[in-house]
């Protein structure tokens, strides 16, 4: 998952199941499209196949897909 915060860079979380919990692990990058390319890289992600998700409610957490 990638999400970009309003004051904080963007987050890459990295999961090891599809079920609803949280990321074992996150990376930091300053730019959106940093974060892309890194995925596209290391993971061979597909762009056409993401899907963009809401953002989380105030006080959700960020890594959690609902």
């Known amino acids: 998952m ?5 004051n904080d860079g963007v987050y890459v979380f990295l999961y090891d199941t ?3 919990k949280s990321s074992f692990a996150d990376l ?4 959106f499209d940093e974060a ?3 995925c596209i ?11 963009v ?3 989380p409610k105030k006080g959700q957490q960020h890594d ?3």
């Open 41 to 51: 890289e290391k993971y061979i992600v597909i762009e056409d196949q993401w899907v």
């Open 28 to 31: 930091w990058f300053e730019t």
């Open 2 to 6: 990638i999400y970009e915060s309003e």
């Open 36 to 38: 892309v390319d890194y």
């Open 53 to 55: 998700i809401k953002d």
């Open 18 to 20: 599809q079920e609803d």
């Open 64 to 66: 959690i897909i609902n």
